[in-house]
């Protein structure tokens, strides 16, 4: 009596293929998965970019030889671009551009 194994097992070898059930069930799972991807990656990409409002305003009165510039340099905030603060206080007064003149009033905001 000599018993011989035999494999019957037919799955070595092969790949396994998907199959799709249900086309709005993979379209919502796709859809799911790139919506926590963008919301993670957006997280880590615009942290710590949003300005803070500024708590109030100094009056400045602009004397002769004064530009937005050294006004900005006076007051610009820590780690904060004097391009920006520029930026900001320009908006705040509502100037198209940057030239002021003596005897303005400019609104200078404090954060």
């Known amino acids: ?14 790949k396994r293929t998907w199959h799709v059930r249900s086309g709005w069930r993979l379209s919502l799972f796709i859809t799911l998965v790139l919506t926590l991807l963008l919301s993670a990656m957006s997280f880590f990409l615009f942290k710590g970019n949003a300005m803070e409002a500024a708590s109030h305003c100094l009056v400045w009165d602009v004397e002769e030889g004064d530009t937005l510039w050294t006004i900005a340099s ?22 198209g551009t940057s030239n002021i003149t003596a005897g303005q009033q400019l609104l200078i905001p404090v954060h």
């Open 1 to 14: 009596m000599e018993s011989k194994l035999h494999s019957t097992n037919k799955r070595v070898g092969r």
């Open 74 to 95: 006076g007051h610009l905030p820590r780690g904060r671009d004097i391009r920006d603060y520029v930026e900001e206080i320009k908006e705040r007064n509502r100037l």
